[in-house]
């Protein structure tokens, strides 16, 4: 097509959850240009490799579910069916396990890359219409700890701070987290700050030299697992030295006489050996947060997949209560969103023990609230299954039937071996994805071929609560239907006729919008021609300041601007008494334990140029180049006492299975650890380096998040 006719669609890079801002050109015959959009306030034009080149599986169509597909027999091959024949058989099972077993023996398991409105009405039909609340996510193994830290701490699943106050601060607490690869534009903003401003500090705990760690003035390579008593020694100094802001804690918290019982309950000494890491570092970590004007704490999965993850965001957000470093510019914790959509999954309840707009399942008040808005059944007051749970439900019978949708389970999941079993004792299997890449598919009863990226509208919320709208620039290949399309026809098929009738997405998106109301994340004055208007907002965004928790003057302010930037500037949380809850937290680690048959401790991770299970990524030829094959980095001490050597194919055992992988041995990781990246399944039917056949079930008891990064193992020659 000739240049003026080239159409330009704003859009947000279905990736990470920094949610940078992509420009993409449609320039006829299915070729497409990609590049940053410079207006986008979170990304201002930059893009990582991945965001760079996510275009190239836009237009490579080659591995797209374009027919719905059905078998009766999972010995048979899958056959093309019409939509309604599917969706007909589909509802019929349903229907059936329901009345035979209960509403509880079904669920939904979906991705934080699903769009806020997919989420909603997933959420709607199971909650309001079947009357289970078994929807999970694979959020649920990315920021549940984060989510339940914040509650606890400021009484809310609420992120403090905004990109802004990247530019605002001088201390940068990176805990378990490698943002130089996972979240590359944060870092690259870090990066230009540090460069322009040298007395900028970079404090980086991790047990492995990653690229952010090779960045840092002070690296903490501590023990695995041993991230609570570093933040409690820290917190000791702090108080030791009167680093602490005392009028901020008696006025604005609560419970930090108990913290100071619990961080002076070992020794600086004591906690150094712990962490195996010097005491003058832990020192010196202290003094940097203290002399920063701003201080502003980021992590991920290092974190949040832990069995105690909810306790170690606990810690780290007490170092920013103790100090009054929140709410103020360049300062608060600032939780690193792994999925682009996490935020809005949560937003609208789609999880397990959630409701819409923050509200709590086990309220009953909150249950009435939202069974009203519905005007559904009664919601039922029992949570249904998290993640893990789903799965382990799906191999003793409890559930029948599983609606996958936009995720991979049988490579993301903990313990594959038990999720391989529990999907082969599923009595029915519904895939709903965009790739013929995905390893579910070999346990599928029912295909449902999904619109991808570009070829659906809708929206998503990033790290700093941002908002953004995507427009359907292309039509999706075959037959294949955007998510809330599918989900709307099948809840037609259940009955639930009236309230699935949506003839429109902005519909879908304004219900979501007038359940938020009067909540602390209130968004009732936002709908898809102010976000097409203004690109994209941050939240809370009331409709107007009688309906919303906000002060008057900020909200006129906020009305201006494009939401709101930084939560808690008056020192008011969202507790009940609104001042923020300091926690004592024990250091104990409940991880599963080594022993001399299992020495070693396993860690995953994601790599630069890879995302998530690589059915996208992965057939990128470019993004290949940088590291195309699943490795083991192991220590040379370690390497040695088995007699390995650099690039030799080892056997990784643990208590669950084993893998087989290329040895890197090098330095980067501590003594005693190993790291593997979760990226790879199945290839071509192999186990090699399958990182998630060793992982364990174990989770977190109140996020219920799995312990991803402990995993004792044993590594030999192979
Ligand atoms: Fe996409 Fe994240 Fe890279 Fe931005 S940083 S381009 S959102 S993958």
Redesign the pocket.
């Known amino acids: 097509s000739s240049k003026s006719n080239r159409k330009k669609y704003k859009s947000t ?1 279905s ?2 959850g ?3 801002g992509v420009e993409i050109t449609d320039l006829g015959n299915g070729k497409l240009q990609l590049e940053g959009d410079k207006e986008h306030p979170s ?1 201002k034009g930059m ?2 490799s ?3 080149n ?1 275009h190239y599986t836009a237009m490579d169509k080659s591995d797209r579910l374009l027919f719905p597909e059905m078998r009766f027999n999972r010995n048979m091959p899958l056959q093309r069916v019409s939509w309604d024949t599917a969706l007909d058989r589909t509802a019929a099972i349903f229907k059936t396990f329901i009345q035979k077993y209960g509403p509880d023996s079904v669920g939904f398991y979906v991705s934080g890359q699903c769009l806020t409105e997919e989420y909603y009405v997933i959420n709607k039909l199971i909650k309001g219409f079947i009357g289970s609340n078994n929807i999970d996510t694979n959020s649920r193994l990315c920021m549940s700890s984060a989510v339940v830290g914040y509650k606890l701490t400021l009484g809310e699943d609420s992120v403090p701070v905004c990109y802004d106050d990247i530019e605002l601060a001088d201390c940068f607490f990176v805990t378990g987290a490698n943002p130089a690869w996972c ?4 870092w690259r903003r870090v990066e230009a700050h540090k460069q322009a401003n040298p007395n900028v500090k970079i404090i980086v705990v991790d047990p492995r030299r990653t690229q952010t760690a090779s960045q840092a003035d002070l690296h903490l390579q501590i023990n695995p697992g041993t991230d609570i008593t570093l933040t409690n020694a820290i917190g000791r100094v702090m108080i030791e030295n009167q680093w602490i802001d005392q009028s901020f804690i008696t006025n604005n918290t609560e419970g930090f006489e108990a913290y100071q019982t619990q961080v002076f309950q070992k020794t600086l000494a004591e906690s150094a050996e712990i962490c195996g890491i010097s005491i003058e570092k832990i020192e010196l970590a202290a003094k940097y947060i203290h002399e920063a004007k701003g201080f502003i704490s980021m992590w991920t999965m290092g974190l949040n997949q832990s069995v105690i993850g909810v306790n170690k965001n606990l810690s780290l957000i007490d170092l920013h209560l103790i100090t009054g470093k929140i709410g103020r510019e360049g300062n608060g914790p600032f939780s690193l969103t792994g999925q ?1 959509n996490a935020m809005g999954g949560r937003e609208v309840g789609g999880l397990a023990n959630m409701l819409p707009a923050h509200r709590d399942l086990l309220n009953p008040a909150h249950r009435e609230e939202v069974q009203a808005f519905w005007g559904g059944i009664k919601i039922s007051d029992k949570a249904g299954f998290s993640a893990t749970e789903m799965f382990e439900a799906l191999a003793d019978g409890r559930m029948k039937a599983i609606w996958v949708v936009c995720t991979n389970p049988l490579v993301s999941m903990p313990d594959v071996t038990l999720v391989e079993k529990a999907l082969e004792k599923a009595k029915f299997v519904v895939v709903q994805d965009i790739s013929n890449r995905s390893d579910t598919l070999k346990f599928a009863d029912v295909v449902l071929p999904a619109a991808a990226w570009l070829e659906k509208e809708g929206t998503m919320t990033n790290s700093e609560r941002r908002i953004t709208y995507l427009p359907k620039m292309l039509d999706a290949p075959g037959e294949a239907k955007a998510d809330t399309e599918i989900i709307n026809l099948f809840a037609q098929k259940m009955g639930f006729t009236e309230a699935f009738n949506y003839t429109s997405l902005s519909e879908v998106y304004d219900e979501h919008c007038r359940s938020t109301k009067g909540t602390n994340i209130d968004i009732s004055g936002l709908n898809y021609e102010i976000l097409k208007e203004k690109r994209s907002v941050q939240w809370p965004y009331p409709a107007d300041n009688q309906s919303s928790k906000i002060e008057p003057e900020v909200f006129e302010k906020l009305k201006n601007e494009q939401g709101t930037k930084r939560l808690f500037t008056d020192g008011r949380f969202y507790t009940y008494n609104q001042k923020a809850k300091i926690h004592a937290v024990p250091d104990e680690n409940r991880s599963e334990s080594t022993d001399e048959n299992f020495p070693l401790v396993m860690t995953t991770g994601r790599i630069r140029d890879q ?1 998530h299970t690589m059915t996208k990524t992965g057939k990128v030829n470019k993004l290949n180049q940088h590291i195309d094959q699943p490795y083991l980095e192991i220590h040379p001490e370690d390497a040695l006492q088995r007699n390995i050597v650099d690039n030799q194919i080892v056997e990784v055992i643990g208590r669950r299975g084993k893998t087989q992988v290329k040895a890197k041995v090098t330095t980067d990781v501590k003594q005693g650890l190993c790291f593997m990246p979760m990226h790879f399944g199945k290839i071509l039917g192999s186990d090699f380096g399958r990182a998630n056949n060793l992982t364990n079930s174990l989770y977190d008891p109140r996020s219920k998040e799995p312990d991803f990064k402990f995993t004792a193992v044993e590594v030999r020659a192979y």
């Open positions: 890079c990736y990470c920094v949610g940078c990304s893009l990582c991945k965001g760079m996510l979240h590359p534009i944060i682009p995302w």
